[in-house]
């Protein structure tokens, strides 16, 4: 392609196919590059794999990265260890690393955050800065911006949380509308479903705590327990 590794000059084992592609490469090895633009500001980074127009195209001396699909991984400059397949797939990561992001959208937003893992369309689409979080499922904890160390599984599970941390939802509409919540465990179908702001809440089996807003410190298990509790504390229902 034109200028495809235009200014190469010692690295090996590179592979470019489309105009720009890797035309900043000059002692880097083991690089491939497809698509127009893709790894085009790379310099000295090695063993990237990069499929799609723009994927990782300013990327400079970042490392052991896979990108598939259009702008995947755009931004990126020094981040490593990045998975991105996906149109858009952490397109606005900067330095983040050792994140994992496979969707269309997933982690879009994802500048500075690392180890976070996204698997579903617009999973974790707003996160910004909040590491170790999992999310899969499409719009799991897409409304997230520095939350930490949620776990979220399940169509739209803790979907329009922002900041609150340290959550474990696995089920369809698990704690979907949680926002600031901490400390909670929802498993099952819209467990924990209408929580907003309560804390230290444990709800397994379907519709367990469903109704629970502000509630706190309620362990419901098994199918529907405590499932009209709204804003009760402390109570147990096996």
Known sequence: GHRAMDAHTTGTDNVAIGANALDSNTTADNNVAVGSGALAGNTTGTNNVAIGRSSFNVSTTAS????????????????????????????????????????RACMEANTTASNNTAV???????????????????????????????????YTALGVNTTGNENVAVGSFALDAN????????????????????????????????????????????????????????????
């Open 64 to 103: 052991d990265n896979v990108g598939v699909g259009l702008s995947t991984g755009q931004s990126t400059t020094t981040g490593f260890h990045l998975v991105a397949i996906g149109r858009n797939a952490l397109v606005a990561n900067t330095t983040g690393d050792s994140n994992i992001a496979i969707g």
């Open 120 to 154: 579903g369309k617009h999973a974790l689409l707003t996160n910004t800065t909040g590491s170790e979080n999992i999310a899969i499922g499409a719009y799991a904890l897409d409304a997230s911006t520095t939350a930490t160390g949620n776990v979220a599984v399940g």
């Open 179 to 238: 926002t600031t919540a901490r400390f909670n465990t929802a498993v099952g179908q819209m467990a924990l479903s209408a929580n907003t702001t309560a804390e230290a809440n444990t709800g397994i089996g379907r519709t367990s705590l469903f109704a629970n807003t502000t509630g706190g410190s309620n362990t419901g298990c098994g199918c529907a327990t405590l499932e009209n509790n709204t804003t009760g504390a402390s109570n147990n229902a096996f």
